[in-house]
């Protein structure tokens, strides 16, 4: 890594609440860092007391760093229109935590749209590319961005061999979606004027009338009236017509009455207001493309339906259903118009395309009714052709967004797009799950220090201090900060116990400090390695060291005489769990030469689960209903399923011979080992 690149930078953010105020905030510009911020702090506390909920056999830890610089971003460029909740679009960037999206579910043979919330929101800046798909949509990403492809999620970018080998777009490579959508209408004049036109004629009432008065003379009556349902469409004309100088009052015009909901209306009787209302629906002589948008957003909410996949637009006038038609074939749109045959001369508009076409209505028209908008549960199906024509490097690195989601994906300009999905370690800093995890990394850089005088205090009775129990301490920011080497130089000087969980290998760049530790009190260290399928490991743990990599890494610590142990974690249920799996990555344990093995079986918590959920259902939707009956109860697998791993890999362990002393083995290094406790209840790793 060039370190020697290092910018500094000002913190815009204030600090968080339970740490120091002043922090220094930099950045390095090297690839690996791009995007992310290291704020430097002096932390108040470094030994820090477990919460006694959770499910962990030690009372005390220290995390030298909050946030990982391994967790992985995927963007997209921030004017990128996402579709939101009331099946309008915003851009990316001015998405918010809490707004309301679409992602995406599993439901049987499909995959189907789905409501969802974003959970963060955060921006970085990468090198940007530009997708174009044959259908002319265009997609502007970082080469780390996912896709859903007909085969399977894919990044931007690639390769087929060596460290950047990953499953990535070619041309050809069919997206899921719908295509680029359209461009919504903008607030004119003469879309005001199209959309009165449309919901007055389609559902308003308006006129004049004279009556007699016996020994007076003839009264003249004006009246406008709009009744409906739905509040949206009330107040947008009501609105429309307060722009125009036209005022109205609102009144309720029929109470609820199960299952019918209430009705409102807008009225008014001044003949001023009622003879420019009339002025205002008139057909205009030449109809410009805004007038028409309008009118057909008014005259579906005055007279549309969505239900089911299907779109209609009802009415008995001829001239209404005819300017309609000649409004929707100006707009490009496929219609076909039938008569149900009921007499009274009502004819249905039906639009043909399938969602594609009524998302691009929805879009074009923008009709102000949001629950005819609904497109929940409607399969991911489409005829566009969205073939991946060209996939371009811009030669430029661009500010790029990103949100994580309640289902872990989200739809990006008609594409289904994934996201990161949300951690919470970052939560009891009052710092963010989302973005903040990945960009914002917490430097206790006084850490060494203060560790030395937290354990010369005579409050501290020298109990174990577990490391890398919530973010790894070796992770690739240490390679510049090194405070691991002042840390293990305090435990050893004060002969304080300890123990480090590490997936990286820059824990053997410490092995003469763990060395003279061990030679002083009880030091223990163990790697985590869960999955030896390296398919499964590039999905499941991106941006970690390989399986065999770790078991180097334990192999050297033990050879160095340091008892090192594997956490075998994750075990991911019916993919990494069965019998000749786990006696595989038993032996190769056991051939590393690990003192012991823990078996940990995937807890999915929120935000992972919804990740984890969507990944299986599209590589192994067959295994859905059987996950959500293993954890239909919540994060955790049962405990007799727990128990029966434990049991095969302790079964394993003992035939493989892990932690059995090889014969002429006399190394020891460290006093005498204390009689072993009773093995802990199989935890469970919390895929992060």
Avoid at 57 to 69: A, E, K, M, Q, V
Avoid at 276 to 299: H, M, N, Q, T, Y
Avoid at 393 to 402: K, V
Avoid at 513 to 532: C, M, Q, Y
Wanted: contains cysteine; aromatic residues 8%.
């Amino acid at each position: 890594m060039r370190w020697e690149n290092l910018r500094l930078v000002e913190s815009a953010d204030p600090a968080p609440p339970l740490i120091e105020r002043r922090a220094v905030a930099r950045t390095f510009d090297t690839p690996e860092f791009r995007g992310i911020t290291f704020y430097e702090i002096q932390a108040r506390s470094i030994i820090n007391r477990v919460p006694e909920a959770s499910r962990v056999p030690f009372r005390w830890t220290i995390n030298p760093y909050r946030g990982c610089s391994h967790a992985c971003t995927y963007c997209l460029a921030g004017e990128t229109p996402i579709l939101t909740a009331d099946g309008r679009t915003k851009p990316l960037a001015e998405l918010r935590v809490g707004d309301a999206v679409y992602g995406t579910v599993r439901r049987g043979r499909y995959r189907r749209y789905a409501v969802t919330q974003v959970l963060a929101h955060w921006s970085t800046v990468k090198p940007a590319y530009r997708i174009t798909l044959r259908d002319g949509t265009q997609l502007v990403a970082s080469g780390d961005h996912r896709f859903l492809s007909n085969r399977g999620w894919k990044h931007v970018t690639g390769c087929d061999q060596g460290r950047l080998r990953r499953p990535h777009l070619t041309v050809g490579n069919s997206l899921m979606g719908t295509g680029g959508f359209a461009e919504q209408p903008k607030d004119s004049p003469d879309y005001r004027r199209g959309y009165l036109c449309g919901i007055i004629r389609g559902d308003g009432h308006v006129g004049a009338y004279t009556y007699d008065r016996p020994g007076r003379s003839c009264g003249d009556v004006y009246r406008f009236r709009l009744a409906l349902v739905d509040a949206e469409a009330l107040q947008r004309t009501r609105q429309y017509l307060m722009g125009l100088g036209i005022a109205t009052t609102e009144f309720p015009f029929h109470p609820a009455d199960p299952p019918r909901r209430a009705i409102t209306a807008i009225r008014t009787s001044s003949r001023s207001s009622v003879e420019a209302i009339e002025d205002l629906i008139r057909w205009p002589e030449v109809a410009s493309l805004e007038w028409c948008k309008g009118f057909l957003a008014g005259i579906f909410d005055a007279e549309g339906s969505y239900s089911r996949g299907i779109f209609r637009i009802t009415n008995s006038a001829p001239e209404i259903i005819d300017v309609t038609v000649s409004c929707m074939q100006r707009l490009g749109f496929d219609v076909v118009v039938e008569e149900p045959g009921r007499g009274n001369g009502l004819r249905v508009i039906r639009l043909r395309g399938g969602l594609r076409e009524q998302l691009r209505f929805f879009h074009s028209a923008d009709p102000a009714i949001a629950r005819r908008r609904d497109i929940a549960d409607r399969a991911i199906k489409s005829d566009a052709q969205l073939e991946v024509a060209s996939i371009e490097p811009l030669g430029i690195d661009l500010p790029l967004y990103d949100i994580t989601t309640g289902t872990g994906d989200f739809i990006a300009n008609g594409m289904v797009s994934h996201n990161c999905f949300a951690r919470n370690t970052h939560t009891y800093l009052d710092l963010d799950s989302g973005q903040d995890f990945d960009s914002k990394i917490v430097v206790k850089t006084n850490a060494p220090e203060l560790l030395r005088k937290e354990l010369a205090s005579p409050r501290w009775q020298g109990e174990h201090i577990a490391m890398g129990t919530n973010v790894d301490c070796y992770q690739r920011g240490e390679g510049r900060y090194q405070l691991m080497p002042g840390i293990l130089k305090a435990l050893r000087d004060h002969a304080n116990p300890f123990s480090i969980l590490t997936k990286g290998s820059l824990i053997l760049r410490d092995l003469d400090l763990l060395r003279e530790a061990a030679e002083v009190t009880e030091v223990g260290t163990n790697v985590s390695v869960g999955i030896t399928d390296r398919d499964l490991w590039r999905v499941l743990e991106p941006g970690t060291p390989p399986p065999r990599r770790r078991l180097e890494v334990c192999h050297a610590l033990n050879d160095a005489g340091l008892a090192c142990g594997i956490l075998m974690a994750p075990i991911v249920p019916y993919l990494t769990d069965a019998p000749e799996q786990l006696e595989s990555t038993v032996k190769q344990i056991a051939g590393a030469g690990a003192t012991h093995v823990s078996p940990i079986v995937l807890h999915l918590r929120p935000g992972a689960r919804e990740w984890f959920m969507g990944w299986l259902g599209e590589h192994h939707p067959d295994l859905v209903p059987r996950y959500g009956e293993l954890y239909g109860r919540g994060a955790y697998a049962p405990k007799a399923y727990q128990q029966q791993i434990s049991d095969r890999v302790q079964e394993f362990a003992r035939r493989y011979g892990v932690g059995r002393a090889h014969p002429g083995d006399t190394r020891r290094i460290g006093p005498p080992a204390a009689a072993p406790e009773p093995a802990p209840r199989p935890a469970q790793l919390t895929l992060l």
